[in-house]
């Protein structure tokens, strides 16, 4: 299993970006992927998750609802995150993540069994 | 301010055995999973536990990990001095419909 993060870089307040992330060594559209962010010098905070398959569920933490926006296209075995009106908290190491995630009775489970190496987003002006 | 309760850092010897908890709540680690990540400086997370206390292929029997109604502990034992990184629990939280983490915790020797 190998995920490569991609589309990291300097924006200016209110600014977007998008970010990628191409999997291979697993058969990506069977699984849910998300994205994780770790600002400097602080712990992992979840940002996102989309369902495997079509992706017809995705979650989102409320600071960032409204602004990202995540999606995959199988056929590239890529996951994607939109980011809009970006803000200087949102400065981060962004990781994706293949989510063993499950949902059941509306409630889920899973856990994150591999991780891309990270791309790193700097909101500043 | 996290949801999971972490010690921001736990000390022991070398060949001794370290515990990390992570306190939760009824709609998280009270009701879901609980997963282990360890991360070295300037690394991705890796996965350590999952479920509880299930180790990936590849993760020595030196971890282990437990759950009683709203906690949950990893313990390490033989300590080595490669094992000095932090470690972060996570879980789904059904209120939040999100997975939540920990704060982290440094592990160091003495």
């Known amino acids: 299993v190998q995920l490569l993060d991609s589309g990291g870089g300097l924006v200016q307040p209110g600014g977007s970006l998008r970010l990628s992330c191409a999997g291979s060594?697993?058969?990506?559209?069977?699984?849910?992927m998300g994205w994780v962010r770790q600002a400097p010098g602080k712990g992992l905070e979840w940002v996102s998750t989309?369902?495997?398959?079509?992706?017809?569920?995705?979650y989102y933490t409320d600071s960032v609802k409204g602004r990202f926006t995540i999606s995959r296209d199988n056929s590239k075995n890529t996951l994607y995150l939109q980011m809009d009106s970006l803000r200087v908290e949102d400065t981060a190491v962004y990781y994706c993540?293949?989510?063993?995630?499950?949902?059941?009775?509306?409630?889920?489970?899973?856990?994150?069994?591999?991780w891309g190496q990270g791309t790193l987003v700097t909101v500043s002006s | 301010q996290s949801v999971l309760t972490q010690p921001p850092s736990v000390s022991a010897a070398p060949g001794q055995m370290a515990t990390i908890s992570c306190s939760g709540s009824s709609s998280n680690i009270g009701k879901n999973y609980v997963s282990w990540y360890q991360q070295f400086p300037g690394t991705a997370p890796k996965l350590l536990i999952y479920?509880?206390?299930k180790r990936p292929s590849g993760i020595p029997d030196r971890f282990s990990g437990s759950k009683s109604a709203t906690s949950a502990t990893l313990g390490i034992t033989g300590l080595q001095t490669g094992d000095e990184a932090d470690y972060y629990c996570?879980?789904?939280?059904?209120?939040?419909?999100?997975?939540?983490f920990g704060g982290g915790t440094k592990l160091t020797d003495l």
């Open positions: 996570g879980t789904w939280d059904s209120s939040l419909s999100g997975v939540v």
């Open positions: 993540a293949k989510d063993r995630l499950y949902c059941s009775g509306g409630n889920c489970n899973g856990y994150l069994d591999y």
């Open positions: 989309i369902s495997g398959g079509s992706g017809g569920s995705t």
């Open positions: 479920e509880n206390n």
């Open positions: 060594g697993f058969t990506f559209n069977s699984y849910a």
